[in-house]
């Protein structure tokens, strides 16, 4: 989305710190298994497996994006991308964990906002995962108006 307000026009991506923290994981099992493939040739599967595990969280990771315009916004993730115009949110609102939400919740992000929109939108509830953002962005995207968070005094 284009926007015609310049000081609302950002883009969120993912932290540096979650490439690092998933980077140093996988990368770790990737040189062992590397070391014991020089030792042992025939453990090659299990050093493609890691290879092909931390190339698909990088691609995973480098999904992430929130982008934020004078129009509205839009989310990208592995999974698609959708986009919200402002005047079609209803509200939003931080749930983290499962306890005291639905059942469904458990197959969505640990950390989320739920942002819900009106008829004319869909009537949907939309779920970004913030879990993969830097704080102080994220910090700066919910203290936009146009999302009307609620409790908004509880978050970053």
């Known amino acids: ?4 307000a310049g000081d609302l026009d950002f883009t969120l991506r993912t932290a540096r710190s979650t490439y690092v923290l998933f980077g140093a994981m996988f990368g770790a099992l990737l040189s062992f298994s590397l070391l014991v493939t020089w ?9 493609a497996l890691f290879a092909t595990l931390l190339g698909s969280f990088v691609v995973w990771l ?4 929130i982008h934020v315009s004078g129009v509205g916004l839009d989310y990208r993730s592995l999974f698609g991308t959708w986009s919200l115009l402002w005047s079609d949110i209803r509200e ?3 749930r983290v964990g499962y ?26 509830e939309r779920v970004m995962n913030l879990k993969p953002f830097n704080r102080e962005e994220i910090a700066r995207f919910l203290k936009l108006p146009q999302l009307r968070l609620r409790h908004g005094d509880d978050v970053a």
């Open 1 to 4: 989305m284009s926007s015609p």
């Open 92 to 94: 939003a609102e931080i």
């Open 62 to 65: 480098n999904r992430f994006a």
């Open 39 to 47: 030792v042992n040739r025939s453990a090659w599967p299990a050093t």
């Open 99 to 124: 306890i005291g939400y639905p059942y469904t919740d458990r197959f969505r992000p640990y950390v989320r906002l739920v942002i819900t929109v009106d008829q004319a939108g869909g009537g949907l």
